[in-house]
């Protein structure tokens, strides 16, 4: 029989052991969950995204200098190997509350913007230096890309919708609802035909900025566009009854984000 001083020892080792197994399984927790507050890769993919303002007057001047010599400068830097990839929308309706134009830039790698930020010094926000004259930056943020997918080429036809929300959860519990919530929705668009393409962003810098998360829906057409309700109560009524990680998710998605703006766009040029 062990002794009672025994039976101590035993005891406190138990406990100990017990206390490091608890804190390795929540440091690996911890690790490995996805993380949309920071980058989820040191010097990973990231997006620079900008909303332009128009002068008083100065619309129509500035879409069409963006859709010729604006858009003739982001390829040359894209073909320079500055940026990935961009994508400029111009909003569709005049409203002084919105933005007229929206950039999006996408770097491979974080340590890329040090190459835009040189660009900045002649070229802030990307304007040439004949649109500077029309038009200011509203808004820019840095933005890690949470979830994305193409199936269809932008074509003329192709319409837009910007959405911007504040988040109001944490932002990894975020990620997790775009994930299991958003873009299976997304997904059952695609496969009704009527969508093309999406991307979620979240900002790397919520606080105090204009939005905490960016999303681009690209539409076929205005008809499929049109139709976006009557496809969204299909899609939610099927994935109800085949996903049960969106069902958790629709069950339980108060708190988690508030819409600030959803506005219409079309690409240039």
């Not at 668009?189 to 829906?217: D, E, H, R």
């Not at 085949?242 to 988690?256: H, L």
Request: charged fraction near 20%.
């Amino acid at each position: 029989m062990l002794s009672k001083n025994r039976l101590i020892r035993l005891s406190a080792s138990i406990t100990i052991l017990t206390a490091t197994l608890i804190f390795s399984v929540l440091s690996a927790t911890l690790y490995s969950a996805p993380r949309a507050d920071a980058q989820q890769y040191i010097d990973g993919p990231v997006a620079l995204v900008f909303t332009y303002k128009a002068m008083l007057g100065k619309r129509a001047a500035f879409r069409e200098l963006m859709a010729t010599q604006g858009i003739a400068q982001f390829e040359r830097w894209k073909a320079a190997g500055d940026i990935d990839s961009y994508q400029a929308l111009f909003s569709s309706y005049a409203a002084s509350d919105n933005p007229d134009l929206f950039v999006v830039l996408r770097f491979r790698h974080f340590t890329d913007l040090g190459r835009w930020q040189v660009i900045e010094h002649t070229y802030p926000g990307g304007l040439i230096q004949a649109a500077q004259s029309l038009a200011f930056v509203e808004t820019s943020a840095t933005a890690d890309i949470v979830s994305a997918n193409s199936i269809h080429a932008p074509t003329r036809s192709s319409q837009y919708v910007v959405l911007e929300y504040d988040v109001t959860a944490l932002m990894p519990k975020y990620v997790s609802y775009v994930q299991g919530y958003v873009a299976p929705q997304f997904e059952g668009w695609m496969k009704a035909g009527i969508l093309s393409s999406y991307a979620c962003f979240t900002n790397q810098n919520p606080a105090g900025a204009a939005w905490s998360s960016f999303i681009v829906l690209q539409y076929k057409d205005l008809a499929s566009l049109a139709a976006r309700e009557i496809v969204k109560d299909k899609t939610r009524s099927m994935l109800a009854t085949t996903d049960p990680v969106w069902k958790r998710w629709s069950e339980d998605k108060s708190n988690i984000r508030k819409e600030k703006m959803t506005i219409p766009a079309v690409a240039l040029p």
